[in-house]
């Protein structure tokens, strides 16, 4: 499943609100009130957190199974830091705090950790993506 699409449109909830849709689901997409939004829904940074998190907690989950593990719960905590914000030029900054539950051993907890930089999220956002933008024709009707 090397290619994924979704498709986004202002839903007309206020300024910023979205709608997503990514194949038969539909998700909603807002900035907060502070910033002009109606906080209808995460926002964008949040839902890329959200990605990731999904992620790392579903990669530790089949690698769990596979290798028979005894874990019984995973939760992921994300932070997102905007280094530019701070006026740093380098890149944003991602923290991670993973939960293990279950009977694991130390050997375990270890091996789930470095699994966990193994999603498919987490080297996408490690390795940098090329973004290629376009124009969609005009459709009929449409203000030129």
Same mark, same amino acid.
């Given at each position: 499943?090397? /290619?994924?699409?979704?498709?986004?449109?202002?839903?007309?909830?206020?300024?910023?609100?979205?709608?997503?849709?990514?194949?038969?689901?539909?998700?909603?997409?807002?900035?907060?009130?502070?910033?002009?939004?109606? &906080?209808?829904?995460?926002?964008?940074?949040?839902?890329?957190?959200?990605?990731?998190?999904?992620?790392?907690?579903?990669?530790?989950?089949m690698?769990?199974?596979? /290798?028979?593990?005894?874990?019984? /719960?995973?939760?992921?905590?994300?932070?997102?830091?905007?280094?530019?914000?701070?006026?740093?030029?380098?890149?944003?900054?991602?923290?991670?705090?993973?939960?293990?539950?279950?009977?694991?051993?130390?050997? &375990?907890?270890?091996?789930?950790?470095?699994?966990?930089?193994?999603?498919?999220v987490?080297q996408?956002?490690?390795?940098g993506?090329?973004?290629?933008?376009?124009?969609?024709?005009?459709?009929?009707?449409?203000?030129?």
């Amino acid at each position: 499943m090397g /290619k994924r699409e979704v498709t986004v449109v202002e839903s007309g909830a206020g300024r910023f609100g979205q709608f997503i849709t990514a194949g038969h689901h539909v998700l909603g997409a807002d900035e907060p009130e502070p910033l002009g939004g109606c &906080d209808t829904g995460p926002d964008p940074y949040e839902l890329l957190l959200s990605g990731l998190g999904a992620c790392t907690a579903m990669t530790l989950r089949m690698y769990a199974e596979r /290798k028979h593990m005894a874990l019984t /719960k995973v939760s992921v905590h994300l932070r997102h830091v905007a280094r530019a914000a701070e006026g740093n030029a380098s890149n944003d900054a991602f923290e991670r705090i993973i939960t293990l539950e279950g009977d694991l051993s130390d050997a &375990d907890r270890q091996r789930l950790l470095d699994v966990a930089d193994r999603c498919p999220v987490s080297q996408t956002l490690q390795r940098g993506s090329r973004i290629a933008s376009s124009l969609a024709p005009l459709s009929a009707g449409a203000a030129t």
